[in-house]
């Protein structure tokens, strides 16, 4: 009997022990936390927010399909107030004290090449799903930044593409001062020299980003007298600029380009943007594909409203993360990354491909027109000129390679 007293104890400690251990079951269930640190406030919060419903569309949609590895994802977001050594404390607060998984955002690209310095230096993943600036992936690219919009490089390209076959050749530009502006104006004028002869800008302005009044600006703008305005302001500032712009009558006066133009710039500036102003954007809601409309279709029943371009790259990025995790069938970081690395994920406006070397996302740029709708009376819709697809315009692997060797 003291034998069998004996067994039935250790047996007993071993039950004890083993029921300590979390289960199989319980640890599928613990939920894939993602990060996202970006600017929730300030001149950029709205577009954020933005990018944001669509990402929550897409982890809505993974999670009702029994999420992924068989894990429900959750997000931890975080402000970075559009201040670099914020994105960066966003960084290590997600990463070490949260303990996220991956990490997804940043619109600001002052912020992204801070942030993305980082995340080469600690080997973590940081998946921009918007700041431009080709520096991030091209001379600055490494391992553990993957990107998958298009760059500046490619929006100028994309632009020049379509505006070197128009007739117009005295260019002016009003750009925000600092890398993302700096770096939409270089890439476009690049481009046109090299595609358009006769090519010359007149005058630039280089407003801070958030400047309250751009009267100064417009009436140089005015005194230039170019026959194209090239825009790189975005998101408040290009809402400033149209308001205060529409009184002096300067869109009756030249053509005016928006790098970015599309619904999330359109539908909060509403009747206040004029008709047949041009501009670019990597999404437009009225494609006519069956992917698209289904995707239509789901956006407006979530939220009320039709999706923006920046609903759209929200959405796109966290399947496209979210298709390299089911590749990999894993967590870990290294072999999610060497997933990424030449995959093409299906979306609905058509496929984007990450590029092997240079983690660059392949998604295209739509020339429109800005257009009255009957059945939106709110805003403008963007009308297709010409779409440009992302292969025609990747800066080519060699340049890449020379850019980052320092050559």
Do not use: C
């Amino acid at each position: 009997m003291a034998f069998t007293g004996k067994r039935l104890l250790t047996w007993f400690m071993i039950a004890a022990f083993l029921g300590s251990l979390p289960s199989p079951a319980l640890a599928q269930r613990k939920p894939i936390r993602i990060g996202i640190p970006d600017s929730f406030s300030g001149i950029a919060a709205e577009f954020v927010r933005d990018k944001l419903d669509g990402a929550k569309l897409a982890v809505e949609e993974i999670n009702a399909k029994g999420g992924l590895l068989g894990r429900k994802i959750e997000l931890v977001l975080r402000d970075n107030q559009l201040r670099p050594p914020k994105g960066v404390e966003n960084m290590i607060d997600l990463y070490d004290r949260e303990k996220v998984d991956f990490v997804v955002g940043i619109i600001s690209s002052a912020v992204l090449l801070a942030t993305s310095q980082w995340a080469k230096e600690h080997k973590r993943l940081l998946f921009a799903w918007d700041a431009r600036t080709q520096k991030a992936t091209d001379e600055q690219g490494h391992r553990y930044l993957v990107r998958s919009l298009s760059n500046t490089y490619m929006d100028g390209l994309a632009m020049a593409t379509f505006f070197a076959k128009q007739p117009w050749t005295k260019y002016a530009t009003i750009s925000p001062d600092y890398e993302y502006g700096h770096s939409v104006v270089e890439n476009f004028e690049m481009h046109m020299k090299h595609l358009k002869p006769g090519f010359q800008i007149v005058h630039q302005a280089w407003p801070k980003i958030g400047e309250i009044d751009l009267s100064s600006y417009i009436t140089a703008l005015l005194n230039a007298a170019p026959e194209v305005l090239y825009v790189g302001l975005w998101g408040g500032d290009a809402m400033t600029f149209i308001k205060q712009a529409k009184p002096y009558g300067l869109f009756d006066k030249m053509q005016v380009i928006f790098l970015q133009g599309g619904m999330s710039l359109l539908m909060p500036v509403g009747n206040a943007m004029p008709e047949n102003v041009w501009a670019g954007t990597n999404y437009v809601f009225t494609v006519e594909t069956p992917e698209n409309k289904a995707f239509v279709e789901r956006f407006q029943a979530r939220y009320g409203r039709v999706p923006t371009d920046y609903n759209y790259l929200g959405y796109a990025a966290f399947q496209i993360l979210a298709a390299g995790i089911r590749k990999a069938k894993s967590l870990d970081q290294e072999k999610v990354i060497n997933a990424l690395e030449g995959l093409t994920v299906k979306l609905p406006a058509g496929p984007v491909t990450i590029r092997a070397f240079d983690h660059q996302g392949d998604m295209g740029l739509y020339i429109v027109k800005t257009v009255k709708d009957p059945n939106y009376p709110q805003f403008l819709i963007p009308k297709v000129v010409e779409y440009v697809g992302g292969e025609k315009i990747l800066r080519p692997l060699d340049e890449v390679k020379k850019l980052r060797e320092g050559k």
